[in-house]
């Protein structure tokens, strides 16, 4: 560490004095055959064990969620409830790109990666400079068969290499010194309706995957490729075809499975020690619950995988013959509790439906599912002997045919949007949804490519806020402070040893509150919407916090929101830290 530290002020001439350059240029000419050294000895390559320990190394971020677990929390307490009236920007990037931005930033020896739907950039990260930037094509018509946004969510990184997937439906690899791409896969045909928005997964020293397109009638699946060569070593299907487990609950007797849905768009989390990967998987297609009898795995549900393999080791159903797209791809977090007095491997998720699930993580068993969002009507909770919702008349009359209004929505009790956990006071923070929706089945008509809903919908809004960041129980489901909005956040969430917690709105402003209570202590108008997801980090003994703003999510893409009219668009990288830290 301290070698890095030594390299990057020798290579920092741009803050230095004409005589501090002089000096260091005696060095530019060792330093440089030291570090192609370096660099060929494998000693700056990110190995697997490096990646297991990235939670416990605030000056890197290696992993999606800023470790293994994905609990988006930093330790770092520089910047503080004391402190964070002194947070100012640092510097600023832009993406030169006017998409929704929701990508994760990684960052290395002082180098920041992220993404964006076309372009991987890396820059300096203590000055926001270029240091490459590598263009992508993909075929014109493929916007068409993308949902929900035309975003990528960011990398995974293994030995100099970085790792993402394109819109129309790649997995490639880029060398993360010099941005070339080393080599490209083919995951599936986008015309059929696939996509990928996925930042990949390092997991056992193989690189994961999953899909998107659940709304377009696809069959989901996750992959599991060799991250020196592209070759794709394993494929888990997320539908099974007759015969295999899980088929028996698809009941209609004919076809179905095969446009049964199951995406697996958002990033799984991965346990080291039981060698255990934990992915969401998304809704059953078409949303016409009646035309597919049966629970329909493994859609609307938690897959346990060996990452060797792809073989499921459990699984865990939270919305079986899911007619109202209530998508189980949200983060499986993962968390050491301590619960009636044992130590438990726990996984926790709240669930699009509504509901805040705790498993244990070693086999899958349920120890608790509460209600964590204002408005449920569609169950009257989880039965913790079977796992399985008790419907009400909401859900019964909706598999039947008749018209029905739930919540929560198609938008979930909680969207895409990533939570965070505070391991010190055991609580979780996340933005949640508070809204509606008409809903009435209609018979789905399958073509390739096209949207396949089978339903007849409309949002419904209450009068107040729409959306409320939460600090939850994550045992009973209970807030213990929420902070409501008009509309909607739908950022991710980080949570700090300085006792904040740090989000954004889809109005611009990037926002700290105060851990313990809820009081918002700063906020920063970036200038366009906020949906992306903050992270801390740490350099030269400098703490430092990134977010990418840029609108364009589901809910501003779906809910006509006459208010976000006058947000302008246009993605770009902010960096704060405290002023004269």
Not at 287 to 310: E, F, V
């Amino acid at each position: 560490m301290k070698f890095n530290r030594w390299l990057r002020s020798i290579n920092r001439t741009s803050r230095q004095t004409p005589e501090d350059r002089t000096a260091a240029s005696r060095w530019q000419a060792p330093v440089a055959l030291l570090l192609s050294g370096a660099v060929a000895s494998g000693a700056w390559a990110q190995s697997v064990a490096e990646l297991e320990n990235d939670a416990a190394t605030p000056e890197d971020i290696l992993t999606y969620g800023m470790g293994y677990a994905q609990q988006r929390f930093s330790p770092l307490e520089q910047i503080n409830v004391d402190t964070v009236s002194q947070l100012v920007p640092v510097w600023s990037y832009s993406l030169d790109d006017d998409r929704g931005q929701e990508s994760f930033p990684l960052i290395r020896n002082g180098v920041m990666y992220t993404t964006t739907h076309e372009s991987t950039v890396a820059l300096d990260a203590l000055t926001g400079k270029q240091i490459w930037k590598s263009m992508l094509e993909y075929p014109a018509e493929t916007p068409r068969v993308a949902c929900c946004g035309i975003v990528n969510r960011g990398l995974a990184m293994l030995e100099g290499k970085l790792f993402r997937t394109t819109l129309d439906a790649h997995v490639m690899a880029l060398d993360a010194q010099t941005g070339e791409q080393l080599w490209k896969s083919k995951a599936i045909d986008f015309r059929d309706g696939y996509s990928m928005t996925v930042a990949p997964l390092i997991a056992d020293g193989v690189l994961i995957t999953g899909i998107s397109g659940g709304e377009y009638g696809i069959r989901g699946f996750i992959d599991g490729w060799d991250p020196d060569t592209g070759e794709q070593l394993w494929r888990r299907y997320t539908v099974p075809e007759p015969g295999q487990p899980g088929s028996e609950t698809w009941k209609d007797g004919g076809d179905a499975w095969k446009n049964g849905g199951g995406p697996a768009w958002l990033t799984g989390t991965y346990d080291p020690e039981l060698k255990t990967v934990y992915w969401g998987v998304g809704n059953a297609a078409s949303w016409n619950a009646g035309i597919r009898p049966g629970d329909n795995l493994y859609t609307g549900s938690i897959l346990a995988l060996d990452p060797k393999t792809g073989d499921i080791k459990w699984h865990y159903q939270t919305s079986p013959n899911d007619p109202f797209d209530h998508d189980g791809t949200n983060e499986p977090v993962l968390a050491d509790m301590q619960i009636d007095g044992i130590e438990r491997k726990v996984l926790m998720q709240a669930s699009r439906n509504g509901f805040f699930y705790v498993l244990d993580r070693t086999n899958g068993d349920l120890l608790a599912a509460n209600q964590y969002v204002k408005h449920l009507n569609w169950a009257e909770g989880i039965d913790l002997e079977t796992g399985r919702p008790i419907d009400t008349d909401v859900v019964i009359k909706a598999r039947a045919g008749e018209k029905v209004n739930f919540t929560p929505s198609a938008f979930g009790g909680k969207n895409w949007s990533p939570m965070s956990f505070h391991p010190g006071n055991q609580t979780v923070f996340a933005n949640t949804l508070n809204m509606g929706m008409d809903y009435k089945a209609v018979e789905p008509q399958y073509r390739a490519g096209v949207f396949y809903f089978g339903a007849e919908f409309g949002f419904t809004y209450p009068d107040d806020e729409r959306g409320f960041l939460k600090a939850i129980n994550p045992m009973t489901g209970e807030s213990l402070w929420e902070v409501g909005t008009e509309i909607p956040r739908l950022a991710g969430v980080l949570s700090t040893g300085g006792n904040l917690v740090f989000t954004g709105k889809q109005t611009g402003e990037f926002e700290a509150f105060d851990a313990a209570t809820g009081e918002k202590l700063w906020e920063f108008q970036t200038g366009s919407g906020i949906v992306g997801q903050p992270v801390a980090w740490e350099l030269d003994g400098r703490q430092y916090i990134t977010i990418l703003n840029g609108g364009g999510a589901v809910y501003a893409l779906f809910a006509g929101d006459e208010r976000l009219a006058n947000v302008p668009a246009g993605g770009a990288v902010w960096t704060f830290a405290l002023f004269g830290s």
